[in-house]
């Protein structure tokens, strides 16, 4: 279920791309600002909004560390911000002047990769803030890129439908036509696949495009450094030309905007559309998802930034409850830890649990003596924040291990009931998934595909009795 939390509506033209941080949302716009909204509660932050370009803002991207915001312009340059304070850093100029598209940070946040209308990619040192390398895709504008999770490549689209793949000193090491009509965006998925045709490292990438199209597609990697583009399959939906789209932090869902004025939440396993939402009255330029927290932002030429929340039960994107269905908390990774923490309101641990190595299996030992001894937080109030999730997480890994008795689970979610309630059909389901089921007005039964005679539920006391005494008996 997704669900419409915040319309932004600060811009006074149309917005052309949002890009989330961990704690922040950026957005940029023709009306040649760049502003930034904390995620807490999509306030505006004092140093917001911020104006430098003389003319229209095309892209806007955090680097990885969330220390820089970068921002690029028809003026010809790329704004380098610090992300706390707003300040101005550097005004990288595009060596031919000419308009920039596009522009994101590597990986490690050492490089910014600035692509401009007349095709020139630029690579340049956000350390020294100067010019590393630079390059020329064949034809057309460059309007799109992307990093590979290592970042040691990346992929440039442009408006004559390449989408080309170079590595970190500028070297193309594969070019393919991929949309007949131009590319618009490009991403490539943070985790990895597995390929089992080939014995190659994989990345998942999707492409979008004036074809009405949208693209997964798989980059293989040799260890030779070769790169080989595999086409994998093509996402239906959209009627106009795919202006936009995103991977979720875990992969497993890819968002897409369009002109036809519709955002479609595709799970990459299957290609199969989870949501479509059509709530812009424009074209929908651009959608990102966040990296640690259930959101999901969509911009338009209807001037408005809109903001969506995914059900915790049910959403993919960098969610920890999804990730502790599929991996056992014990082999969770540093990263896991991090998605577990901003799903927990803890974000502000992240770099600490990360300079100390914390993965599933230190957290799950984690005591009140080594956060304060080793990890030195000195608030007894966060410690005891801190312990509480901790505990309650072992109490899942400890129910984990016991099957659930199958008649305490919801036919619907699968996941073992907390307010079971008897509908028309004679079965029981948790309410809240039964009421959701209802109101996306299906009169039929979960269980049967019946009519149901009644949309009465009725609490199931009994049954809510014996789970909780099952409970009991698991601590």
Known sequence: MVTLIRTLADHSDDVNYCAFSSSCLATCSLDKTVRVYSLKDFTELPYSPLKGHTYAVHCCCFSPSGHF????????????????????????????????????????????????????????????????????????????????????????????????????????LCNEKAHDLGVTCCDISSQPVSDGEHAFRCFQMA??????????WLILLADSSGVELKYKCTLNGHSAPVLACAFSHDGQMLVSGSVDKCVIIHETSTGNTLHMLSQHTRYVTTCAFAPCSPLLATGSMDKTVNIWQFDLKQASAGNAVENESKVAVEDWSEDDVSVWLCAQDLGDFIGLFKRNNID?????????????????????????????????????????????????????????????????????????????????????????????????????RTLKMAISRWLETQK
């Open 69 to 172: 915001l970068a921002s690029c312009s028809t003026d010809g340059t790329s704004v380098v911000w610090d992300a706390g304070s707003g300040q101005m850093l550097a005004v990288l100029e595009q060596p031919s002047s000419s308009p920039v598209r596009v522009c994101r940070f590597s990986p490690d946040s050492t490089c910014l990769v600035s692509g401009a209308a007349d095709g020139s990619v630029v690579l340049w040192n956000v350390q020294s803030l100067k010019l590393y390398r630079s390059g020329n895709v064949k034809d057309g504008s460059l309007v799109a890129c992307a990093f590979a999770p290592s970042g040691n490549f990346f992929v440039t689209g442009s408006s004559c439908g390449d989408l080309t793949v170079w590595d970190d000193k500028m070297r193309c």
């Open 207 to 216: 492409s979008c495009g004036q074809d009405n199209q949208t693209k997964l």
């Open 360 to 460: 599933g299996k230190e957290l799950l030992n984690l005591t009140k003596e080594s956060l304060a001894d080793e990890l030195k937080i000195e608030s007894l109030g966060l410690r005891n924040k801190v312990l509480q999730k901790i505990e309650a997480l072992r109490m899942d890994v400890r129910a984990a291990s016991v099957p659930v008795p199958d008649e305490f689970l919801c036919p619907i979610t699968r996941e073992l009931m907390k307010d079971p309630v008897i509908a028309a059909d004679g079965y029981s389901y948790e309410r809240e998934a039964m009421e959701n089921w209802i109101t996306n007005k299906r009169r039929s039964s979960p269980m049967t595909n019946l009519p149901l005679p009644s949309l009465m539920l009725t609490p199931n």
